[in-house]
């Protein structure tokens, strides 16, 4: 799976650009502020038709412009194919694949993959929940079009849910809806915590393997998902079957709720717990061992998505490597073959004599091969 060329219009800091990318490594170089991560941010954009650093598409329109376009070339699936998205303010996005409209950005799913790995997951482990949600809600929504559709309905759910329990005393009669919202969040969590539990047994076995590798089998990495509602595995549960101790929950922490002006119960306050050597990493792991769990975690992330597709996931590694010591880096550099590679720093030298491939700069909203 690779991304061949790749255009962008009114996108961030890119009026107008493109390039033409290698099948392997691609190292992006370029003082800061100039759009090195805006380039991978575009590519990832296209894997699931949203943004890993903007909670709406308003925010990645650039400031003088009233709509942006994101249009790649790619290999998927043993064809070439095109995938875009054009994005408005004011209205809904559009979504293309080989030309045709797409009903949802779910339909990207499965068409390009990619695992982002930026300096803010180095610190997933120490860090809350959300962190750790959104590792499994990058990975999900690329290969599961069900699992996208209801984490979009559940962020707008709660949204309006949230406004509820925040005006409710100025308008009483919002409390009428409640219930309503109450039942569909209770679905699309139930969704949701499905696909989760069963991401997170796999993130388990294969993060643990590669930990073990990297300490040497001197440390023992274990990732285990926690619901708001323990009293039964999900893992053995349908969807309908974990609506019900969902709903149940909710209903204990309504008065909660109303008196906090919050949304306490939900899917939203989940968590992907890691262990080292049955300790809780959050904890009492190292800085080092918090990173070299991280690492693992988001190099099991694409072995799950390649043995998912049958093709290796495009790599995002966005000014990751200066955030790591030299065995660290070695660590990740040793990993990367088999696919597709983007690497986003500001010295090229040492990365481009480790791994070779393409090298291009970003100056003044241009991508140019050096």
């Not at 043993?78 to 303010?89: F, K, M, N, P, S």
């Amino acid at each position: 799976m690779t991304v061949n060329d790749l255009s962008l219009e009114g996108f961030r800091s890119y009026i107008n650009a493109g390039a033409l990318f290698c099948p392997e490594t691609n190292i992006i170089t370029g003082i800061n502020a100039q759009g090195k991560t805006n380039l991978v941010e575009a590519i990832y954009y296209l894997t699931c038709g949203r943004s890993f650093r903007a909670r709406t598409d308003g925010e990645i329109i650039n400031f003088g412009c009233n709509e942006a376009a994101i249009k790649a070339g790619i290999t998927s699936g043993g064809r070439e194919q095109t995938v875009e998205a054009h994005l408005y303010r004011g209205r809904r996005k559009t979504i293309l694949i080989n030309g045709v409209k797409q009903k949802t950005a779910a339909s990207l799913s499965g068409r390009l993959t990619a695992v982002l790995f930026c300096p803010d997951d180095l610190s997933m482990i120490r860090a809350g929940s959300a962190a750790r949600r959104r590792v499994m809600d990058q990975c999900l929504c690329q290969i599961r079009p069900r699992y996208a559709e209801a984490l979009t309905e559940y962020g707008r759910i709660y949204d309006q849910k949230s406004r509820i329990l925040k005006d409710w005393r100025e308008k009483p009669s919002l409390l009428e809806a409640l219930d309503e919202y109450n039942d569909r969040m209770a679905e699309y969590g139930a969704v949701l915590i499905y696909y989760r539990a069963r991401l997170a047994e796999a993130l388990s076995e294969r993060a643990a393997a590669i930990h073990r590798d990297f300490s040497g089998g001197a440390e023992e990495l274990s990732l285990s998902y926690r619901t708001v509602k323990t009293d039964a595995d999900p893992l053995t549960l349908k969807p309908e079957e974990i609506m019900l101790p969902l709903r149940e929950h909710q209903a204990s922490h309504k008065r909660a709720e109303l008196e906090s002006g919050t949304c306490l119960s939900g899917a939203h306050k989940d968590d992907l717990e890691v262990e080292i050597n049955g300790r809780p990493a959050k904890s009492f792991a190292s800085q080092g061992q918090t990173r070299t769990a991280a690492l693992s975690v988001k190099m099991a992330e694409r072995e799950i998505l390649a043995a998912d597709t049958g093709e290796s996931p495009v790599l995002l590694l966005d000014d990751v490597l200066s955030e790591l010591d030299a065995g660290r880096q070695d660590f990740v550099l040793n990993r990367v073959g088999g696919g597709q590679v983007f690497i986003t720093c500001c010295e090229d030298d040492r990365i481009s004599q480790k791994t070779g491939g393409r090298i291009f700069r970003i100056t003044d909203g241009e991508i140019r091969p050096v």
